[in-house]
């Protein structure tokens, strides 16, 4: 077993087409013969998927221990294995395609606290994780507003970060899942450095040659002196002389409508945005199929595709494995390097 790359894939909402790409992307491409794949989700599900899609049958393990002797499995943990917060729980019903629940909540937590736990006493070496549709896992009890929150609350970590990978993007948000009214009043100093600095580690796990930190203004025209806010000058400004003074090449704040655009022309190794719609509107635009989310300051090695459930196109063997493949290759590469956040 000596060198093998255990990787954990979730399934995500059951009712989405997390375990349709997941299967595609495990069974459809080629990998090296040192990596393992463990499909983590109910067993009933991901047999009926490899049946309608025509693909090999995974082994089917019954514990944990058992999961890499083959180079697909599955791992169904049974929900009393994990326990979930207080509260939380729901009974299994007949999931469909497209649907989705509390029932549907309940697992997809059990499933991603069943990968983290792995992770986290190293019997896996990273971890991909199928889509998740956040109404559902609040409604099973989960107070974090998705996959980021909960995974940092699992690993006890103050601080993480979403990095999307995209084409020559690499965009890290300062704020994730807020509403836009919400994130002036959530923007510090303190997190924009703290953003800042995930970036340039980041840049380093990914192996790649180090360049300026692009630092996205908030406001419009980056605020024009104040004329159209106020944030660039009393916050992320401040926050950029500081990082300047640690001997960080940050350049910014740039409007939004400009960084990018330089971005494109390889000028930066990453992008600091301020919040979530800012940072992906325009990753999503050149790398819609192949955009990657991987999480800065875990101490294992965590993707995901970035995109959604797709509930309308759940079930009809339309769901393309794309960015999942990319996410589960990013894995397997950062897997094999040290994490900056690895305790």
Known sequence: MTGLIKIAVTMGDPGGIGPETALKAVCHSKWPGSIRFILIGKKQVWLKYARRLRLPRPAVCQDIKETGKNMISIWDPPPDAIPLPPGAGAKQTEWRAGKTGKSEGFFSLLWIRAAAAGCLDRTFSGMTTGPICKRSIQAAGCPFPGHTEYLAHLAGCRRTAMMLIGGPLRVVLVTTHLPLAA??????RRNIIETADMAVLGVKWLNLRPKNIGICALNPHAGENGLLGNEERTMIAPAIRQLRRRGMAAEGPVPADAIFYQAMRNKFGAIVAMYHDQGLGPLKMI???????????LPFVRTSPDHGTAFDIAGRKKASPTSMIAAIKLAVRLAQRPNPWKR
């Open 183 to 188: 994130v002036p009043g959530a923007l510090t």
């Open 287 to 297: 790398a819609f199929e192949r955009g990657v989310n991987l999480t800065l300051g």
